[in-house]
């Protein structure tokens, strides 16, 4: 880019006084700049006229002059930086930013924000870490959960915990309840403005098949077929009244058949680089359209530390605007997350049920997860399971703990501190434990091995809890060790019973019953949720924390940079 190239030359010049007016030659600055003394004068003429510098020069070669600098290199990068992003060449802008992480940092945050670009919205979030993928079936974080279910559609959809139609309209099933067929929407678009097909989607969810925790939480799915170009029918091998909610699954989220990162959501994938994301509204989407033309995630890894690893830090801050107006920045939205770090035992031969609920009564009355060094109001200890469902108190009558256990935990960093605080807590109990981390942010990847006693791990809850905690216990790698025992027998028992259940609120009792088993068992323990929030600059309207602790894109706006008529300025002074 020419801009650009001028521009390092400038820099290079200015570096050799750090901006300090000098007396020099035009053979000299030549040298520094890396051209000819023919092209630096042409150089110095357009940067006088530009008003980056002054420059008095002697007649007579090698003769010295004056050169005193009017503007910094930072001033100037800022000022073409600007001009790019309200070009929309966000991905030009990019060659702008190899800077040191504080000059860096300072450069974008007035560029932050809400802002108006070519008449258009565009809202610009700084995030501390690359995206990891935009593959559904590969990503863990909450911020690509979030960000892909704005580029992909699926069948379904949840909205208020509940699935309702997305690609399709409507659905119904037959008394057997095992025959399911989904009434698509007419004019569906994929991104690149090709018509989404039936055959297309029976083709993915074919190739999804091939997934192995697709195959999982589509267990009774025994063929999918496509019998009228609006519709899409599956067949099941027994009733599974879940099917509406697993359709709506992170992992059932479908992309172009041919190519990936083409989705049919509400939002487009631009650009997707380790320094920007961008996603721009899709006109056709089938249902509300988004009121920001787009949203660019503008990567700064300096901002965080790289010793706590990858995981996403709490609580979110999704947007900040000029320094000057920091002090105005206020947190728009909060709740406690319905997801919550857990502690899961696997009793067996020489650590049983009863020393496990020890483990868990110590745990309980000790108030270790309370007294965690960590930042105030970050995490809150676990009460509940979900609203309703609470967490058993243990009072059992103490008995020894084994004189060794080994705990496996991953990812987020607060596992850190909970681990540091386990290791003293049983070691006044007389337990040695053996700590090992695991830099995952999920267990898919990589299950904890089988010599480990005590698992630690975050529960991500998006929107319908009864169901993601159902499809929990089907699909994560996690509970595979309970399977081949009697409790995990019943517990897979359980888990088929309650998905034949036609009734939601039996649904729900039943496997309210079934996860308070497993916390009484000794099994399963939540330790903490997070108290997640979002601090945004003045002007950007609509932001609600949803239940990643994200915000919906299709409903955030920024008001229209319009200045009030003077009769409106004047308020009732106009009035007759």
């Not at 033309?293 to 995981?311: K, R």
């Amino acid at each position: 880019m020419r801009q650009l190239n001028r521009l390092n030359q400038f820099q290079r010049l200015w570096q050799q006084s750090q901006g300090a007016p000098q007396q020099t030659c035009v053979a000299e600055m030549a040298r520094h700049c890396i051209c000819s003394e023919r092209h630096l004068r042409t150089l110095l003429s357009q940067w006088q006229h530009a008003g980056w510098l002054s420059w008095q020069g002697e007649p007579g070669r090698g003769k010295q002059g004056q050169l005193r600098f009017l503007r910094t290199p930072e001033q100037l990068r800022q000022q073409l930086l600007q001009r790019q992003l309200e070009a929309g060449e966000a991905a030009d802008a990019l060659q702008l930013l190899d800077l040191p992480p504080e000059r860096l940092i300072n450069m974008l945050r007035p560029l932050m924000g809400g802002q108006w670009q070519n008449d258009t919205p565009v809202l610009r979030i700084p995030y501390y870490r690359p995206m990891e993928s935009t593959d559904p079936r590969q990503i863990a974080g909450r911020a690509e959960q979030h960000l892909v279910r704005q580029i992909y559609s699926g069948l379904t959809r949840f909205e208020q915990d509940e699935p309702v139609g997305d690609l399709a309209h409507h659905w119904q099933h037959d008394e057997t309840a095992c025959h399911w067929l989904f009434w698509l929407r007419p004019q569906l678009m994929w991104h690149n403005d090709e018509p989404v097909q039936a055959g297309q989607l029976v083709t993915q969810f074919r190739q999804l098949g091939q997934d192995p925790r697709v195959s999982q939480l589509l267990a009774e799915v025994g063929s999918v077929d496509a019998p009228h170009p609006l519709a899409v029918r599956f067949t099941l091998r027994q009733p599974d009244f879940w099917l509406p909610h697993r359709l709506a699954h992170l992992l059932c989220l479908l992309p172009h058949p041919t190519e990936p990162a083409i989705g049919s959501g509400p939002w487009k994938l631009r650009h997707f680089r380790p320094e920007l994301v961008r996603i721009d509204s899709h006109a056709r989407w089938h249902l509300q359209q988004p009121l920001l033309q787009a949203v660019e995630y503008w990567i700064t890894p300096q901002l965080f530390d790289p010793s706590l690893g990858s995981s996403c830090r709490h609580p979110v801050q999704i947007a900040i605007g000029e320094p000057a107006a920091l002090r105005t920045l206020q947190p728009v939205s909060s709740s406690i997350s319905l997801g919550f770090c857990y502690l899961v035992c696997r009793p067996r031969a020489g650590f049983t049920a009863d020393q496990a609920r020890r483990l868990f009564q110590l745990i309980q009355q000790s108030g270790i997860v309370g007294r965690l060094p960590l930042d105030e109001g970050l995490i809150t200890p676990s009460r509940e399971l979900l609203p309703g469902w609470g967490v058993p108190q243990f009072d059992d009558a103490p008995v020894d703990l084994p004189a060794t256990l080994t705990l496996h935990y991953q990812l987020p960093v607060e596992l850190h501190e909970m681990s540091q605080a386990l290791v003293t807590l049983l070691d006044a109990h007389g337990c040695a434990l053996t700590v090992v981390f695991h830099p995952v942010k999920n267990w898919h990847t990589l299950a904890p091995p089988d010599e480990a006693d005590i698992v630690m791990g975050d529960r991500l809850i998006g929107d319908a809890p009864i169901f993601t905690l159902a499809s929990w216990l089907q699909i994560d790698p996690l509970w595979r060790p309970l399977w081949s025992t009697a409790q995990g027998e019943a517990v897979a028992a359980q888990l088929e019973a309650i998905r034949q259940i036609a009734d939601g609120e039996a649904r729900s009792r039943a496997l309210h019953q079934l996860y308070d088993g497993l916390m009484h068992g000794g099994i399963l323990l939540p330790l903490f949720n997070y108290r997640y929030q979002i601090h945004a600059p003045p002007g950007v309207e609509g932001i609600e924390l949803n239940t990643l602790g994200w915000f919906d894109f299709s409903r955030a706006w920024i008001p229209p940079p319009v200045d009030p008529p003077a009769a409106v300025q004047r308020g009732t002074e106009a009035l007759p």
